[in-house]
């Protein structure tokens, strides 16, 4: 990842030999800074108009200071969160090669299967986490961080500095005051400032910088006094006004120039940027204005752009000469302009030239693409007002582009782009359908997927794996909209077209290919696919795939039935998320929800509660993991025969539903519970209208996937009047043949017993024995309990005639026996509003020691923390005795909190003594 970024930025700048040293600003600086080895406060905000010598200030405090320092230098380019946190990431993994892996690794990872949102509070968790190793004081500095407009970056922003270690504080050169809250950190003492105030030159600061500077230009006392008293110690304007004057001819021109020397500073800048820029030779005036197009440059790149061989020469006699030209790293190779000197060439060459300013851009915009720098390219194609050429890159470098990036930058960039543009590069339009789908919405996707079908490439094994390719997004499009058949088949297309070096798109088809055949009913299938997934990634060493992968697996194993397997799976996937720093990633919440859901089965309904709880606070900011942990939860509650529980938690999902568009089989899976419901509660017709709103019918066929809905139906029409025995005969035969085809075993029970029903009804006994002797056989074996309880009376009535009247193994007979002894006759009762259940109570000191394996182990200064709050001590109490702030303090308990799976301190006290933490 490092190497796709440029070193420069986040190299910390030389400090020129003749920068005027400033104690006073210094002292100012470090002031109150440091007590016990650790800062006190986090962040200094060095705020102030252009020019006013923050970055001077910074660098001149940094060459005193014995410390470890990081560097980022920003630019206008980097208002990307994944752009910009991969450079500063990347600024102090530069100090230790220990902190910053794994954040990298997930900025890296570019993963769209959950719409394409990312959270980055989940990325930065880790990095946070990691900072705390950090025994050495270390300085950050973010400069020209007025370039950051995103409001995304800047809400994490908030939530990094406030969560730093007391070991880490941030220096920060703005022009402009970010959207933090600086007035509650002010508050707080957490925030030092310094402003164009302490940054401006003191009158003798300027004479000595004046006199140290002269070059043979002697000024009387008054006329250095007037000049200062005019440009208030505004050190750009000084410096302006100083190169000015070096230019003049004698004093009375001095003289003249002085008192003719008025305005705003904006004004100063622009009118002394004018006589500085006429003062040069036309040779220097012309590198300069030809030059000005680039954001950084070295002495070959400005060779090409201005047709000369003597650019390193007028470089370094730039920079002896004080003309704006700021040095990027120790080797003198790579510069910048001022940036208020830099806009005033390009104001002149756009006047002046404008034929020559595209001209030039396109000139750098080769250079840099045969340096192998396509992000620097495309910005100058794209400035040479060239869009097929920025497309072009894009198309010859997109894998960089994709890690170095990420999806925003290319897809701000190809919405310019019209679709006769897109198709001359036909797998840039495929990729950029694929981010259209995953990240905004599929409702356009479909006629451009009609265009991507109608080109494509003349080399036979490109064009094949571009077919490949849209295959792949094809399928992804389908499973969305339900269409199984069509997703099934543009799968298996793209496996079959794609090579086998393309790791990433075989990866990804073939989770898609286990999601298609998952939600048709073939968890088998699904099994497979989703393990050669995850075979590839371990063999890859794709640590977040992974973890990705190894959720799908264990969710397929459930679907078979296999649920001790499941459930290890789903253990040593959580273990492993928890080793890479993962714990935190909204996805991870599905496995407390699968884990719940297996303990729900296994007849543990209070620890299922709790671990599905877990779940959702570990979703709580992707709303689609939300939704499924809410599904698990509905099952719980159903056992539990809190039917108005049930309702409130699809209630709750529906709702989200009406502003995040989820899946189709999601609304189908909540459909088919709504029905099972209104069938519990005896509203038949209700149900049977909801079926039919999903296509199930008994005029209907038993589609792939629909075998839950007409096993729904045939509850249905077994408590209808007027019982049609042959026609439900019918639809469970047809579905017994398929769950045993596919092992889909929970269905499979729930086959047989609807089976024994009908013929229990119908008085043939030897059948219905011989039909609950096969369910309960497949239920023991495979860990099921909880489906046989959830029949209720019914079917403990049916067994305990069993026990009676059939001889049967010990085995079946204590099974059986269980069975009956558990099922509740009478259902609970509960009148929960919705308010009360979306905030109801959550014990977690209920969990069992299996939870002890499961928890992620507490820091030592975590358990010192957890310690004191036992013993009563607030936020402040544990500052004060542990000398941190309140925000790392704050910072601790979250972690606390996030690996026990609490809400606050009563339960967090509660679960760590009962683990025996405390």
Not at 781 to 793: A, L, P, S, T
Not at 837 to 857: C, K, P
Request: net charge negative.
């Amino acid at each position: 990842m490092q190497n796709n970024l440029l070193k420069i930025k986040t190299t910390i700048p030389p400090i020129s030999s003749n920068v005027l040293m400033r104690k006073h600003l210094l002292d100012q600086i470090s002031e109150d800074l440091l007590q016990n080895n650790c800062f006190t406060k986090p962040i200094t905000l060095f705020s102030s108009p252009a020019g006013s010598g923050k970055t001077t200030a910074i660098r001149s405090f940094l060459s005193n200071q014995q410390i470890n320092a990081a560097w980022y230098s920003i630019d206008s380019e980097d208002n990307y969160p994944q752009k910009f946190w991969m450079y500063l990431i990347t600024s102090l993994k530069e100090l230790s090669n220990e902190i910053g892996s794994i954040s990298l690794e997930l900025l890296k990872s570019n993963d769209f299967s959950e719409g394409g949102k990312v959270d980055f509070k989940n990325i930065l968790y880790p990095f946070l986490n990691e900072l705390f190793s950090i025994n050495k004081l270390t300085y950050l500095v973010l400069d020209d961080y007025h370039l950051i407009t995103n409001p995304e970056i800047n809400k994490d922003m908030i939530f990094f500095i406030e969560n730093l270690p007391s070991s880490v504080h941030i220096l920060v050169s703005t022009r402009s005051d970010p959207p933090w809250p600086l007035t509650r950190w002010r508050a707080k003492g957490k925030l030092s400032e310094i402003r164009i105030n302490n940054l401006k030159f003191s009158l003798e600061e300027f004479k000595v910088f004046f006199k140290e500077q002269k070059k043979g230009v002697e000024l009387k006392k008054e006329h250095i006094e007037k000049l200062y008293n005019k440009t208030e110690g505004w050190i750009s304007g000084l410096i302006l006004a100083a190169l000015s004057i070096y230019n003049l001819k004698d004093s009375i021109e001095y003289e003249k120039f002085i008192d003719n020397f008025s305005g705003s500073n904006r004004h100063i800048i622009h009118f002394l940027g004018e006589e500085v820029y006429k003062s040069q030779p036309e040779h220097i005036k012309q590198f300069l204005l030809k030059t000005s197009i680039l954001k950084h440059f070295c002495a070959p790149l400005c060779d090409l752009i201005t047709n000369r061989q003597d650019s390193c020469e007028i470089i370094e006699s730039l920079e002896r000469e004080n003309m704006f030209i700021i040095p990027l790293d120790a080797n003198g190779e790579w510069y910048r302009y001022h940036n208020l000197f830099s806009d005033l060439l390009v104001f002149h060459l756009k006047k002046n030239y404008p034929a020559e300013y595209k001209n030039l851009h396109g000139k750098a915009s080769e250079w840099f693409l045969k340096q192998d720098e396509p992000s620097e390219a495309i910005y100058h194609a794209y400035y040479s007002d060239n869009l097929e050429k920025t497309a072009y890159i894009f198309h010859e470098k997109l894998d960089k582009l994709l890690t170095l990036e990420g999806p925003g930058f290319l897809i701000k960039c190809m919405e310019l782009y019209s679709l006769d543009l897109l198709k001359k590069y036909p797998r840039l339009l495929a990729i950029y359908i694929f981010f259209i789908l995953v990240v905004k919405s599929n409702k356009s996707v479909g006629n451009l997927l009609e265009e991507a079908d109608k080109i494509g490439y003349d080399n036979p094994i490109e064009h094949q794996e571009y077919l490949g390719m849209l295959s792949s997004i094809k399928t992804y499009y389908y499973i969305f909209n339900n269409e199984f058949s069509k997703a099934t088949q543009s799968a298996e297309d793209a496996l079959s077209k794609l090579s086998d070096k393309n790791n990433f798109w075989r990866m990804g088809i073939s989770i898609f290919l286990g999601d298609v055949k998952l939600f048709s009913g073939y968890p088998k299938q699904a099994y497979s696919y989703y393990f050669e997934a995850h075979l590839n990634n371990k063999s890859t060493g794709s640590n977040y795939f992974c973890v990705s992968s190894g959720i799908k697996v264990s969710i397929a194993l459930n679907y078979l039935g296999k649920l001790n397997d499941s459930k290890k799976f789903a253990k040593d996937t959580l273990v492993l998320a928890q080793y890479l720093g993962y714990s935190n990633l909204t996805k991870i919440g599905t496995l407390w929800g699968l884990l719940g859901d297996i303990l729900r089965e296994q007849g543990n309904l209070e620890e299922a509660k709790q671990f599905v709880e877990k779940g959702i606070i570990v979703s709580q900011k992707d709303l689609i993991f939300i939704a499924w942990n809410y599904i698990y939860k509905i099952s719980i509650s159903f056992s539990n025969k809190d039917y108005n529980d049930c309702m409130a938690c699809i209630l709750f999902i529906e709702n989200i539903s009406k502003t995040e568009k989820f899946p189709v089989f999601i609304n189908i899976i909540l459909a088919l519970w709504k029905s099972k419901i209104y069938i519990q509660q005896g509203e038949l017709l209700k149900a049977e209208n909801l079926l039919l709103s999903i296509g199930v019918s008994q005029e209907m066929e038993i589609s792939e996937g629909k075998e839950k809905g007409f096993l729904l139906l045939a509850r249905l029409l077994l408590v209808k009047d007027n019982v049609k025995y042959q026609c439900i005969f019918n639809i469970l035969d047809q579905i017994e043949e398929k769950v045993s085809k596919n092992e889909y075993v929970p269905l499979h029970i729930e086959t047989l017993i609807l089976k024994s029903y009908l013929e229990y009804n119908t008085c043939n006994l030897q059948n219905c024995y011989s039909l609950i002797s096969k369910a309960l056989d497949l239920g023991n074996k495979n860990g099921f309990f909880q489906i046989f309880v959830d029949e209720g009376e019914r079917l403990a009535k049916i067994l305990m005639s069993f026990a009676d009247n059939v001889n049967n193994n010990n085995d079946i007979a204590s099974f059986s026996n269980s069975i009956v002894e558990a099922v509740v006759p009478t259902p609970k009762n509960c009148n929960d509003s919705f308010e009360e259940y979306n905030n109801s109570n959550y014990n977690a000191s209920n969990l069992s020691s299996e939870y002890v394996e499961l928890t992620e182990d507490l820091t030592k200064r975590e358990l010192e923390i957890l310690e004191l709050i036992s013993e009563g001590m607030s936020n402040q109490d544990i500052c004060q005795k542990l000398y941190l702030s309140v925000g790392t303090v704050k910072w601790h308990t979250s972690n606390i909190y996030s690996k026990l799976g609490v809400r606050g301190r009563t339960e967090a006290i509660a679960l760590a003594r009962k683990l025996k933490i405390l």
